[in-house]
């Protein structure tokens, strides 16, 4: 088994990702975890892309996030410690699949994308297809507004 967290950087692009069960938890991984992350964040240039990658989505809309269980997303104190450690930064991307639905927000500057396991999405009451409209909350992929490719599962973004 490898690591719970780990960064590469390819095509210019820094990835972090990071074990989000530890967020929250107060363990001495949690710690470890969050000195390694500001680390990393620290040695990556206020031009360099970065991707984080997470278990759990980030961000939602508020009354989603008011409304969800504790444990759908990252826990509060944490998503505002991450917020925090980003600034300044060119955070792009966060991938995210804990909630196995396909959705694409923009927040902040910042593309969230969740994607779901190809074994067991679930459908979401918001959309039964995919419609421009609707882009930010279907269960499966349609173009981004903004050009890029996040949602073709075999196109890295440029």
Request: charged letters at 15%; proline letters at 8%; glycine letters at 8%.
């Amino acid at each position: 088994m490898g690591a719970d967290h780990w960064s590469l950087t390819a095509g210019g692009w820094m990835l972090l990702a990071v074990n989000a069960q530890l967020f929250g938890s107060g363990l001495a991984a949690e710690a470890a975890q969050w000195s390694w992350l500001e680390h990393q964040v620290g040695r990556c240039g206020g031009d360099q892309p970065i991707a984080l990658l997470t278990h759990k989505p980030l961000t939602a809309t508020e009354a989603e996030l008011a409304q969800s269980p504790g444990y759908r997303f990252v826990p509060r104190p944490a998503r505002k410690r991450l917020r925090n450690l980003f600034r300044g930064k060119r955070l792009v991307l966060v991938l995210s699949g804990h909630v196995h639905q396909y959705r694409q927000l923009h927040v902040d500057g910042v593309d969230h994308l969740w994607v779901p396991t190809t074994s067991s999405p679930t459908t979401s009451s918001r959309c039964s297809e995919p419609s421009a409209a609707a882009s930010s909350h279907c269960d499966w992929p349609t173009a981004s507004p903004r050009g890029r490719s996040w949602c073709s599962p075999m196109v890295w973004p440029s």
